[in-house]
């Protein structure tokens, strides 16, 4: 059974710094690997899609890697601001399946 | 606007009733989902449909039911047999196939009083 991993859980910085959110999965057998960011009450919204033939992929401040061999994914973000404060979730579409499974999220928060 | 649109945003329902949650999405995606969010449990899949008039049972399927009769809906059933329905509940939907990206809306609270 796959299962997701984000750590931390909880991250707190002050504005302007580089981060790095981690993110692994048990099974490689995946289809792609996607970071979401869920603002408090509020559904997801999708940040960046990564195929399973895919290294990384960026957008703006963000960038995703992916090492399916190891199971392990990294978003960085650069230069934090305080509206980058959310949870963000990564998830993996199930090999064999129409599944996502997800991680229970790492809680960002930024410091002005 | 394309996108996904979960009503009501929130709802109360008086133990052993049933409620149904509505999912509507115009992105003409084939594959759609329901998962349940919980403090400090993540999300849990509930639900998941692939095509019209076909959907399999997820994860904690127990005391929920679903349909698909059309491409754009996937109500959500949460009967009396659901012994804690309190959640957050999300609905999301997908080209399918496995290599596309998931889009979510905004979500429906619900609430046993």
């Known amino acids: 059974k796959q299962e997701v991993t984000q750590i931390p859980a909880a991250l707190s910085v002050p504005e302007g710094e580089n981060l790095v959110l981690n993110c692994s999965f048990t099974?490689?057998?995946?289809?792609?690997l996607q970071w979401f960011r869920q603002d408090p009450g509020k559904g997801l919204t999708s940040l960046l899609l990564?195929?399973?033939?895919?290294r990384e992929q960026t957008s703006g401040r963000l960038n995703a890697s992916l090492d399916k061999s190891s199971g392990r994914s990294t978003l960085y973000i650069a230069a934090s601001q305080p509206g980058d404060s959310a949870t963000y979730l990564c998830?993996?579409?199930?090999?064999?399946?129409?599944?996502?499974?997800f991680g229970k999220g790492t809680k960002l928060t930024v410091n002005p | 606007d394309g996108g996904i649109t979960q009503s009501p945003k929130y709802l109360f329902r008086k133990e052993g009733q049933n409620v149904t949650l509505s999912c509507e999405q115009n992105?003409?995606?084939?594959?759609m989902y329901w998962y349940r969010q919980d403090p400090g449990q993540g999300l849990r899949l509930i639900y998941y449909?692939?095509?019209?008039?076909?959907?399999q049972k997820g994860d904690i399927a127990e005391g929920y039911s679903v349909s698909r009769e059309k491409k754009e809906s996937f109500p959500l059933t949460v009967t009396s047999a659901q012994k804690n329905p309190t959640a957050f509940y999300l609905c999301?939907?997908?080209?399918?196939?496995?290599?596309?990206?998931?889009?979510f809306g905004q979500g429906t609270r619900l609430t046993v009083v």
């Open positions: 999301a939907s997908s080209m399918g196939q496995g290599t596309t990206e998931a889009f």
């Open positions: 099974d490689s057998a995946i289809y792609n």
């Open positions: 990564i195929q399973s033939s895919q």
């Open positions: 998830a993996v579409y199930q090999g064999g399946s129409e599944k996502l499974v």
């Open positions: 992105l003409n995606h084939d594959a």
């Open positions: 449909s692939q095509i019209v008039n076909d959907f």
